[in-house]
């Protein structure tokens, strides 16, 4: 009865409220159908009125929630898209800063390899630098004696 119902008020109802609202009152009514329906249509156009309204600001509501999120999604989309960029540019800059890093490593090395060769120099002049004085000292000696060598022997002359 339902269908029939739901064809000839050209209403849909739900299953439910047929069954507890509408069925009892057409068992109670004992009118034909046809009779029954125009009669229900008739008593209920200002609650039918109102239902249809209230379905129609549901479903705008519906559509106003589905246009929100839509937004909603299109916002997280572009942030998606940011932060898929800050990403990447934060990878790359990683890499040159790591590739950067690598490279000031690699000299850090090769200085401190020099230094040690430095030091190892260093600790051999030391030595050296030692004869070259005593070498410097016993020129500055012999100059002396030639001079006064020198001096004297052309004072005997």
């Known amino acids: 009865m339902h269908e029939e119902f739901t064809q000839l008020a050209k209403v849909e109802t739900t299953a439910k409220y047929y069954k507890e609202v509408i069925e009892p009152k ?3 009514s004992g009118l034909d159908k046809e009779v029954f329906v125009a009669q229900w249509l008739k008593d209920n156009k200002a609650s039918l009125v109102k239902a249809h309204a209230f379905d129609l600001d549901r479903a705008s509501t519906a559509l106003a929630v589905k246009d929100c999120k839509a937004a909603e999604l299109e916002r997280a989309r572009a942030e998606s898209k940011r932060l898929q960029h800050q990403a990447e540019t934060f990878e790359t800059n990683f890499k040159a800063a790591h590739s ?4 000031a490593e690699h ?7 020099d230094y040690h060769a430095a030091r190892k ?8 630098n030692d004869r ?4 410097e000292n016993e020129i500055t000696r012999l100059k002396a004696m030639l001079f006064d060598a020198m001096y004297n022997g052309s004072k005997a002359a």
């Open 26 to 28: 057409y068992a109670a």
């Open 100 to 103: 950067s890093w690598k490279e």
């Open 107 to 113: 000299m850090a090395e090769g200085w401190k390899n």
């Open 121 to 128: 120099e260093a600790e051999q002049v030391g030595p050296l």
């Open 132 to 135: 070259i004085n005593e070498l």
